[in-house]
Every structure is written in C-alpha cells, then in structure tokens.
C-alpha cells in the first residue's frame, strides 16, 4: 500500500480527494491534515509515502509548509491545484523550489465530465512520485554564478556550427531548466527547444515562471514559427513538438509517444535528422526513459549530446537510461553542462 497525507483545507475537497484516492486499491489515506501546521505533525505521526499539498491555506500555506517538510522529515510532495490560471501556476512553482515534485489539477465533481481524466492523473502522479524514494531538496540559485569547468573526455568541437538546442526534462526538470537558464549567456546564437512533462494546464504558467525568475526570453512555441537566437521555447500542452530545417518549429498531435505527448523522444528525433551534427541534445532528470534512445540516434548522427548525472538527477531514470545506452558524450551536472554549452557556442 502506498500511505498518502492530504493536506487541503476546505472540507468538500477533503472529501473529494479522499473518496478519489481510496477507489485505487493501491493507495490509502492515512491522514487529512486543514493546514501546513497539521501537516508537518501528520507527517511525523503517518510517515506517509507522498503527500498531496494545497497551495492555499490558513496558518500556514504550503509552500512554508514544504520547505518546513522537505528540511525536516523529506517526503515526495504532489501540488494539487485548484487554478490552471498562468499566475496562479506561476506562484505554485515557487512549491518546485522549496522541494515539491509534481504538480495536478484538484479533480471536479464526481458528475463532472473531465472527474474520470483528472482523477486517473492524480492517482498516477501519486503512484509516480510516491516511488521517489530520495528526496534531496537542492537549492538552486537564479542568480548567475561562474560555474566549474566542466569534467569531459573530449574536447568539446564549434565545428559544425551548432543551429539548434534541443532539451528533454520530467520529474525534477523545471529547477534544472530554471538554473540552465539563468546560467546561460542572454546572446546565445542559438534557439532552444524543450519539452518538460508536466500535467495538462500548467504550461502557460510553467513558462511565465521560468521567465520571470530567469530573465530568459520564453515562449510556448507555435506551428510554423521560426525560433530566435536567445530564445527558448518550451513544447505545448497535447502536441508533440518537432523541428525542421530552418530551423523551423513542427507541432503535431500524432500518437503519444512512450504514454506523451509532448514527447522528448519526437523532438530529438527530429532534431537528429533535420540538424546532425548541428544539433546539440541535453536530457535531464525524469522518470521513465522518454528519449533516451532518441538522444543515441542524436549522437549516431554527429550531434554532442547531454545527460544529467545521477548525483544531481531528483530521478535518474531517463538520462540513466541513456548513458546505458551510450547516448551521451558528456555525462555531467547542471553547472557543467552550463559551462559546456557556453564553450560549444561560442565562436
């Protein structure tokens, strides 16, 4: 059985989350906690397995609430939010920095036609996140700081000229992107594309946070648009996103890839056959395996590819999956594979 702490204050969603919750035979409600402070002593009484925190509350809210969790006692914390507004969002992933995972939408009423879909993807993130059994909030500063040389077998090549970044994150991915980000020269001649799973709703406001707290420009990328240099451009939600020559933005509804869409593994196999050898692949810490087979036919096809290494990864599962496959040339930290890829631009 997997033990899950609700942390939510208005009665009608206690009631809802747990009736939600207990339907899976896998998952049980060990405690209903109104506020932050009732969380942080259920947390000592339950030991639950994974919480599902509100964002809003009295007394304390839930991100004091998290940070207070993931500093004492760390357990993987799933935001449920009842706004898919972007600013609402946007404030949510302040929850990301101090420690939280994952974040779901509070499913409707039971009557609702969207209770069934909302409800399965609350149950599956529990289940998901609630297999993360090392917790380590890292603290990753948006400031910009000279980051260490990488540690790389081989000199890093500017031949070809690189034309196009493409970037895959999952589970732990938003800080890792928000410190790439920040970390990255606001001149790179290059354009980024990434796709980050996350639950349908929250891009837009994905986006405007990693805008505001990066100063990076970036966008929800469009069908047919041609992406700047120093831009980044993030898939969204239900479309696959490729790339063409150009280099040329592709959205395409096709069937889900490894259970996604967007899908990593379309990006990257994308980039291999319209870029080569001027394209560069980075792939960042997630559960499951999304494009770790894409990124070897990016390395076959000439391109230096990126996987994140374990001792940073919230998840290894995905870049883990593709060093066993020897897709990465480089297999290094945030702050390295910032320092890497200034080196492979600059001219």
Do not use: C
């Not at 810490?285 to 036919?297: C, F, P």
């Amino acid at each position: 059985m997997i033990k899950v702490l609700i942390v939510e204050d208005s009665p009608v969603m206690q009631q809802l989350l747990a009736y939600t919750i207990t339907n899976d035979p896998v998952l049980k409600v060990v405690g209903i906690a109104e506020n932050g402070e009732e969380a942080i002593e259920a947390v000592k009484k339950f030991h639950p397995d994974v919480i599902a925190m509100d964002m809003h509350m009295p007394k304390l809210d839930g991100l004091q609430a998290t940070r207070i969790i993931m500093g004492t006692n760390p357990i993987p914390i799933v935001i449920v939010s009842g706004s898919s507004a972007a600013n609402d969002v946007a404030f949510s992933f302040s929850m990301f920095e101090a420690g939280a995972l994952a974040i779901v939408k509070k499913p409707p009423g039971v009557d609702h036609p969207d209770y069934k879909k909302e409800a399965q993807e609350l149950i599956k993130t529990l289940k998901l996140m609630s297999e993360v059994k090392l917790v380590r909030r890292v603290s990753y500063s948006t400031k910009k700081q000279a980051p260490a040389e990488p540690a790389i077998g081989k000199k890093i090549s500017t031949e070809p000229e690189i034309q196009v970044i493409v970037i895959g994150a999952s589970t732990g991915g938003p800080l890792v992107l928000q410190k790439i980000l920040s970390g990255l020269p606001k001149n790179i001649p290059v354009p980024l594309l990434i796709v980050q799973h996350i639950a349908h709703g929250f891009t837009e406001g994905f986006v405007e946070w990693l805008k505001n707290t990066t100063n990076f420009p970036i966008h929800i990328a469009t069908h047919g648009e041609y992406p700047l240099p120093g831009h980044g451009y993030v898939a969204p939600d239900n479309f696959h996103m490729g790339v063409e020559r150009g280099p040329k933005i592709v959205l395409s509804n096709h069937e889900l890839e490894n259970g996604l869409r967007p899908s990593v593994a379309y990006l990257f196999r994308t980039a291999a056959q319209a870029f080569g050898s001027g394209a560069v692949g980075v792939l960042l810490t997630g559960m499951g395996r999304d494009g770790a087979e894409e990124l070897k036919i990016m390395k076959e096809n000439g391109a230096i590819t990126f996987a994140q290494n374990e001792e940073s990864s919230v998840v290894h599962g995905m870049p883990g999956e593709a060093i066993k496959l020897n897709a990465a040339t480089h297999i290094l930290s945030p702050e390295n594979i910032i320092t890497a890829l200034i080196a492979l631009i600059k001219k």
